[in-house]
């Protein structure tokens, strides 16, 4: 029994091998490049799965990309807030932020939820650090309607600092709190993470959730969209068919392929290895948004 255990782990690990020697053009090509990978939804409240998604991007960071991680928190708010007896409304897929939900906004994302992610990537040595973006103006905040309160937009992205970590082999860990003369404001995710990718001049840009990519219709789990151009993209847009919680999300997909990202991928987060296999082999596992072939 002990020489056929030894032969099935013989095999195993060849194929572990073959795993990692077919990812080296992947590694080759990507190597030295700027990753932004944006992580939310049920994917970031388990902490095993949690724990699963950090190692891949300290593995990427390894391997010689550039990754910034810019995470939501929409699930920590709405239970703080909850809990504070504040109501909960969303407006186009926007929470409606007043300053009492702006302060709980704040205590959430940044002290609860980004602290936890730096401490999971920390747990394997000295590489993650906790940047708002109101640390050095990183997020300069504009707000984007009266209706949403301190909810804003962005009006200039400070790269320096999140560059300079780069630069100095960190992961910086983005929570999206925008800072403007008036005080702090609820930057939506999905925005930060395309506007600091348009920034940096990323190359990919990630999003992790809790869904496999965007469907055609997400009650037919067989209408997955694999590859869409940044046409496709816009056509979506002015269909007006997406999904609310998809909205900002392939709105800001549009700016950042229009700006000049090479591609954007949907992911989700809740499947083992996502990020590994989307980036290290030929057919990927989710949706990924790429400029027109004629461009």
């Not at 060849?14 to 020697?21: K, T």
């Not at 997020?139 to 209706?147: F, G, I, N, Y």
């Not at 993470?193 to 496999?212: P, Q």
């Not at 229009?258 to 990927?284: D, K, M, Q, W």
Request: charged residues 25%; negative net charge; hydrophobic residues 45%.
């Amino acid at each position: 029994m002990a020489r056929k255990r030894e032969r099935v782990d013989d095999v195993i690990n060849q194929e572990r091998a073959e795993a990692l020697a077919d990812a080296l053009p992947w590694i080759n090509q990507f190597s030295g490049k700027t990753f932004v990978v944006k992580y939310g939804g049920s994917a970031m409240e388990d902490l095993e799965l949690c724990k699963k998604v950090v190692a891949d991007i300290l593995l990427l960071k390894l391997v010689g990309i550039r990754m910034v991680l810019v995470h939501g928190g929409g699930k920590a708010i709405s239970r703080l807030m909850k809990e504070l007896d504040l109501e909960v409304h969303f407006k186009n897929g926007l929470r409606v932020t007043d300053d009492k939900a702006m302060r709980a906004v704040q205590m959430a994302l940044v002290g609860e939820v980004n602290q936890m992610l730096v401490s999971q990537v920390n747990a394997y040595g000295e590489y993650a650090v906790s940047v708002t973006g109101a640390d050095g103006r990183t997020l300069e905040a504009v707000p984007l309607s009266e209706d949403l309160g301190r909810v804003g937009g962005i009006s200039h992205v400070n790269t320096k600092l999140i560059e300079t970590m780069l630069d100095e082999g960190y992961i910086p860990v983005v929570a999206g709190v925008g800072w403007a003369p008036s005080g702090s404001y609820n930057i939506n995710a999905d925005l930060a993470a395309s506007e600091i990718a348009i920034a940096l001049g990323a190359d990919k840009l990630i999003y992790l959730s809790d869904v496999d990519g965007l469907y055609r219709d997400f009650n037919d789990k067989d209408s997955l969209y694999a590859t869409l151009s940044l046409d496709d993209a816009r056509d979506l847009i002015d269909s007006g068919s997406l999904e609310s919680g998809m909205i900002p999300k392939v709105r800001a997909t549009v700016e950042a392929l229009e700006a000049g990202v090479e591609s954007v991928h949907f992911l989700n987060g809740t499947y083992p290895r996502s990020i590994l296999l989307e980036v290290f082999t030929t057919t990927g596992i989710g949706t990924m948004f790429k400029q027109n072939d004629s461009e």
